[in-house]
């Protein structure tokens, strides 16, 4: 009987449930250190130093570039090194997120699944996979630290726990900006779980007060440093009410349904009264459980606690901006699990059934989602080697690609960064020390399988093409048009996107408002223009001027 108690008590350990997270995440994500750079990966690289003591910039995040410089330092150039830190980073989480989920359960299974749920929702690929996208990693874990330590602070008011907290906030802060939402969080948190409840605001006020005076310190230092650039220097500008409703939604959206983003995100483009029934349906059911929410404070607080770390940066959606926020939403998964556990007859067997389906699905679109990535890694090496070694055969000083691909079904492959990756390929692979310019006339974004001739092209005359991506999937982005992406301007047929080197204008949208065919005039005719034909890279033959 005392074996057997011992081993049972071996099992519900702290140190086997962390042990067991650690090589999970080694198990999932190992294959994630072979993803090659893509986007702009080595932009950041290049430019951390520069960027770490650049304070004009509309963002400032000295924490998340000075970890680029360390892994330069211990890595150089191999990106094996890269990804293996933001693997570290993310494993660190999960165990902060059992470490957060053990002050609201009563149970370390139960915090095992909530940490569990974290490690493997599939909204965390960008963050984990993407190097230039581990600001959000750094971030959360500060901010996690930081609630746990705020929360030791109100059980037991020790200054210390305060400091830490503090402390931890300050560097989540110098990490991203969307950490700002912290001490709403906390201020919730004593409200909701405060002991008298005719003292819960004074008490609120009395605890966070610390944490509003750092934030009132931070905004100063930023406007005096970056000015208004910090609200209008970059995407995050669109104030339209419906723009931050459909935001919110997509937002929740994505962190309930684990796979089958692009379909659903254009079907919802395509049809917008089926949006907005959807939302009014959800509407209503978070009316109609509102009382249910209430009663449960812990599931009150990890709602609040979603919709507070979205608020930072619900103006824009990008996947990214979820891995903060997810943790709210597996720390109420986690909640329902325990509830449904704990009740009487089957339901402890329909509890355990419910989680092994959720964990599957989430495993196996995170295994699609990281094929996807080992894709546009392979999809990036091989173009830019392709470019690199044209370039050094014909010694080009300024390099035009008719079209490059910018994204693989939404992961980045070459957006933004095809002259850092191709220069440095130039270096590295081809002695080629020259910096040569390098530009793409369009972007697309692949959707379908990759062949490097996907652009049907038809030459007009000496200066103009017309490009066509209708026989594929695919369309054309357009990563610079700051709004466009903020969605405060719509792609229409006759839109003229104008450049130093070229202007484009749409001729053909698909049924989801993507564009498919454009005109393409080249403004800058001492770039020598390539393409692709047969798979090869080829020189543009454009007609002679009579």
Not at 39 to 64: C, E, K, M, V
Not at 251 to 273: K, W
Not at 470 to 495: C, H, M, W
Request: proline share 3%.
């Amino acid at each position: 009987m005392s074996l057997r108690k011992n081993s049972l008590k071996i099992l519900d350990s702290d140190s086997l449930k962390l042990v067991t997270l650690i090589l999970l995440s080694a198990l999932v994500f190992f294959r994630s250190l072979s993803i090659y750079f893509v986007g702009d990966n080595l932009d950041h690289i290049d430019s951390a130093w520069q960027s770490l003591t650049d304070l004009s910039f509309h963002y400032f995040r000295p924490l998340s570039v000075f970890t680029l410089i360390i892994d330069k330092f211990f890595w150089e150039y191999d990106f094996t090194g890269y990804h293996l830190t933001n693997l570290i980073l993310h494993t660190t989480n999960t165990l902060l997120v059992y470490a957060l989920a053990k002050h609201f359960f009563n149970t370390r299974s139960i915090a095992f699944v909530s940490a569990l749920l974290f490690l493997l929702h599939p909204i965390h690929s960008s963050s984990i996979y993407w190097i230039s996208g581990r600001a959000d990693m750094i971030c959360t874990g500060f901010y996690l630290a930081g609630l746990i330590f705020f929360i030791s602070y109100k059980k037991s008011e020790s200054k210390r726990a305060m400091l830490y907290s503090i402390a931890c906030y300050l560097l989540a802060l110098l990490s991203k900006e969307m950490a700002i939402s912290f001490p709403l969080v906390i201020s919730v948190f004593v409200m909701i779980f405060g002991f008298d409840k005719g003292q819960r605001i004074r008490d609120a006020i009395r605890m966070t007060w610390p944490f509003w005076a750092l934030t009132a310190v931070y905004l100063t230092f930023r406007f005096a440093t970056a000015g208004a650039s910090i609200l209008t220097g970059n995407v995050h500008t669109n104030i339209d009410p419906f723009i931050l409703l459909k935001n919110t939604a997509a937002f929740l959206g994505l962190l309930v349904i684990p796979g089958g983003h692009i379909e659903i995100g254009n079907f919802l483009n395509t049809n917008p009264l089926v949006f907005l029934a959807l939302s009014i349906i959800v509407i209503v059911f978070l009316l109609l459980f509102a009382k249910l929410f209430a009663k449960q404070k812990e599931l009150l607080f990890f709602s609040f606690f979603v919709l507070l770390a979205i608020l930072p940066v619900i103006r824009l959606t990008m996947r990214w901006y979820l891995y903060l926020p997810s943790v709210g939403f597996c720390l109420g998964l986690g909640y329902l699990f325990w509830k449904l556990k704990n009740l009487n007859g089957h339901y402890k067997k329909i509890a355990y059934f419910l989680l092994a389906v959720i964990v599957l699905t989430y495993s196996s679109f995170l295994i699609i989602e990281q094929n996807r990535w080992l894709k546009s890694g392979l999809i990036s090496r091989q173009v830019s080697y392709q470019i690199a070694e044209k370039i050094a055969e014909k010694k080009i000083d300024k390099f035009m690609l008719l079209s490059v691909p910018a994204e693989y079904k939404e992961t980045p492959v070459l957006i933004h960064g095809l002259e850092p990756i191709v220069n440095f390929r130039l270096r590295s692979e081809f002695d080629y020390s020259k910096l040569v310019e390098i530009k793409s006339l369009t972007q697309v974004s692949i959707h379908g399988e990759y062949e490097p001739a996907f652009v049907r092209i038809s030459v007009i005359d000496s200066i103009s093409s017309n490009l066509s991506l209708k026989r594929t999937n695919s369309f054309f982005i357009f990563p610079e048009q700051q709004d466009l992406i903020s969605q405060k301007a719509v792609i229409k047929v006759g839109t003229k996107i104008s450049y130093v080197t070229h202007e484009l204008t749409v001729l053909e949208l698909n049924d989801a408002g993507q564009a498919i065919r454009l005109n393409c005039i080249i403004k800058d005719l001492t770039w020598e223009v390539f393409e692709w034909k047969s798979n090869i890279l080829m020189a543009l033959k454009l007609p002679k001027i009579e």
